[in-house]
Antibody, heavy 119, light 109 residues
Framework: QLQLQESGPGLVKPSETLSLTCTVSGGSISSSSYYWGWIRQPPGKGLEWIGSIYYSGSTYYNPSLKSRVTISVDTSKNQFSLKLSSVTAADTAVYYC???????????WGQGTLVTVSS | QSALTQPASVSGSPGQSITISCTGTSSDVGSYNLVSWYQQHPGKAPKLMIYEGSKRPSGVSNRFSGSKSGNTASLTISGLQAEDEADYYCCSYAGSNWVFGGGTKLTVL
């Protein structure tokens, strides 16, 4: 059974870079047809897609976040990572990672990790 | 790219049917049959309920169904049960971009 788990600091200072890692277990991140995505949810608000990556390194980014986002993959560790630079309080959210079928759905999702931006 | 438009809330009694709409544009919902729907209980991660507009993943009850007409996709839940009370989100492919709806809170009365 495929499982995803987010990890990283729960508190980041304004203007710094948010860094999270998603570890995939129960399956290979190098599986064809699957991308791996990041989605966030500010407290009490809706979902926002951040970006997705293929095991080869090919990426898609949300145009509204593209200038600040970098997603990378480490196939040897079965992990993919998110970096979001120049964060502000507006970036405070629960960050989820998920398997992403290209052009299509997200499933399964990790349990999510809350990242708070505050000094 | 703007978020897809969903009603903020819907409600229904046990056994009834409800429909949640998801309105986009000709650049997303209207152009692709690639709308997915997610159920999210409080404090939990979203769960895929419908993909490609009307297909159900294995394990999802056949009480959940999806459809699309023009720029609007819909999720229908029949035979409402207490456990269906949750937030529901639609999502559409929008050309190298994915956009979610604002979410709909379903209350089972």
């Amino acid at each position: 059974q495929l499982q995803l788990q987010e990890s990283g600091p729960g508190l980041v200072k304004p203007s710094e870079t948010l860094s999270l890692t998603c570890t995939v277990s129960g399956g290979s991140i190098s599986s064809s047809s699957y991308y791996w995505g990041w989605i966030r949810q500010p407290p009490g608000k809706g979902l926002e897609w951040i970006g997705s990556i293929y095991y080869s390194g090919s990426t898609y980014y949300n145009p509204s976040l593209k200038s600040r986002v970098t997603i990378s993959v480490d196939t040897s560790k079965n992990q993919f990572s998110l970096k979001l630079s120049s964060v502000t309080a507006a970036d405070t959210a629960v960050y989820y990672c998920a398997r992403h079928v290209e052009y299509d759905w997200f499933d399964p999702w990790g349990q999510g990790t809350l990242v708070t931006v505050s000094s | 790219q703007s978020a897809l438009t969903q009603p903020a809330s819907v409600s229904g009694s046990p056994g009834q049917s409800i429909t949640i709409s998801c309105t986009g544009t000709s650049s997303d919902v209207g152009s692709y049959n690639l709308v997915s729907w997610y159920q999210q209980h409080p404090g939990k991660a979203p769960k895929l309920m419908i993909y490609e507009g009307s297909k159900r993943p294995s394990g999802v009850s056949n009480r959940f169904s999806g459809s699309k007409s023009g720029n609007t996709a819909s999720l229908t839940i029949s035979g409402l049960q207490a456990e269906d009370e949750a937030d529901y989100y639609c999502c559409s492919y929008a050309g190298s971009n994915w956009v979610f709806g604002g979410g709909t809170k379903l209350t089972v009365l």
